[in-house]
C-alpha cells in the first residue's frame, strides 16, 4: 500500500502524560500536512512542511504542540502535557508540490483520548 | 465567522433520490474546490476536485462551483446505501480549508 500511513491508529494516554505521533506520507510527495478534527467538526489546520522546511503553523498550534520532518520524509508530531481539550482525530496528509499540490491525501488518523 | 459555511446534516434520503450538498466561502483567493468523503474512523477521501468556476461530472458525482457567490455545490444521483458517508467541502490556497461536514444516509 502506498497511502499516507500514521501510527498508532488510537492513543489512550493520561492527562499530563506526552505523546507522539508518526505520519508517513506518500512516496515523494514534498508537502506533509497536519489537521485535528473533532467529532462533528471538519479537519482544521495545523501545521504543514514542505520538504524539511515547517513553512507554517495554526494559532491551533500552542506551545505544547510540535511537529518535525527531519529529512523531508516522515513527521512527527508531539503534544506535552496533553489536556482533555486535546482529545482529537490528528490527520495526516501529504501532496506533490507543483503539479497537482491542491491535491491532498490522507491517512486513516491517529485518534487520541486523554483521560 | 468561518471561511467555510457548509449546510448541517444530517440528511437522510431513500435509495435511488438526488441527494445535493451545499458550501458557501468567504475567501476570494480560493481557486481550488473539493468534496472529500470520509467514513466513520477514517481519514477523508477525494472525491471530486474542481478549479475554478464551472461544473464537472463524474459518474453519479456532480461538482458545482460558482465563484461570483461563493457557492459550490455537490449532487449526487441514484444515491446508493454505498453513499452513506460524511461529505466534507474543502477549498485550496495554500492548504485546505474545510466545512464542518454533512452527513447523509441512504436508505435501502
Known amino acids: 500500500d502506498t497511502g499516507v500511513s500514521q501510527d498508532p491508529r488510537h492513543k489512550i494516554t493520561k492527562r499530563g502524560q506526552n505523546v507522539t505521533f508518526r505520519c508517513d506520507p506518500i512516496?515523494?510527495?514534498?508537502?506533509l500536512y497536519w489537521y485535528r478534527q473533532t467529532l462533528g467538526q471538519g479537519p482544521e489546520f495545523l501545521t504543514y512542511?514542505?520538504?524539511?522546511?515547517?513553512?507554517?503553523k495554526s494559532r491551533l498550534l500552542s506551545d505544547r504542540f510540535s511537529a518535525e520532518r527531519p529529512k523531508g520524509s516522515f513527521s512527527t508530531l508531539e503534544i506535552q502535557r496533553t489536556e482533555q481539550g486535546d482529545s482529537a482525530m490528528y490527520l495526516c496528509?501529504?501532496?506533490?508540490?507543483?503539479?497537482?499540490?491542491?491535491?491532498?491525501?490522507f491517512g486513516s488518523g491517529t485518534q487520541l483520548s486523554v483521560l | 465567522q468561518k471561511e467555510v459555511e457548509q449546510d448541517p446534516g444530517p440528511l437522510s434520503v431513500p435509495e435511488g433520490a438526488i441527494v445535493s450538498l451545499n458550501c458557501t466561502y468567504s475567501?476570494?483567493?480560493?481557486?481550488?474546490f473539493m468534496w472529500y468523503r470520509q467514513y466513520s474512523r477514517k481519514g477523508p477521501e477525494l472525491l471530486m476536485y474542481?478549479?475554478?468556476?464551472g461544473n464537472k461530472e463524474d459518474g453519479r458525482f456532480t461538482a458545482q462551483v460558482d465563484k461570483s457567490s461563493k457557492y459550490i455545490s455537490l449532487f449526487i444521483r441514484d444515491s446508493q446505501p454505498s453513499d452513506s458517508a460524511t461529505y466534507l467541502c474543502?477549498?485550496?490556497?495554500?492548504?485546505?480549508?474545510f466545512g464542518a461536514g454533512t452527513t447523509v444516509t441512504v436508505r435501502a
Open positions: 496528509a501529504s501532496s506533490a508540490a507543483g503539479v497537482d499540490n491542491e491535491k491532498l491525501f
Open positions: 512516496s515523494e510527495h514534498n508537502r
Open positions: 512542511f514542505q520538504n524539511e522546511a515547517q513553512l507554517e
Open positions: 475567501n476570494s483567493a480560493f481557486q481550488y
Open positions: 474542481t478549479y475554478s468556476s
Open positions: 474543502a477549498m485550496y490556497d495554500y492548504k485546505l480549508s
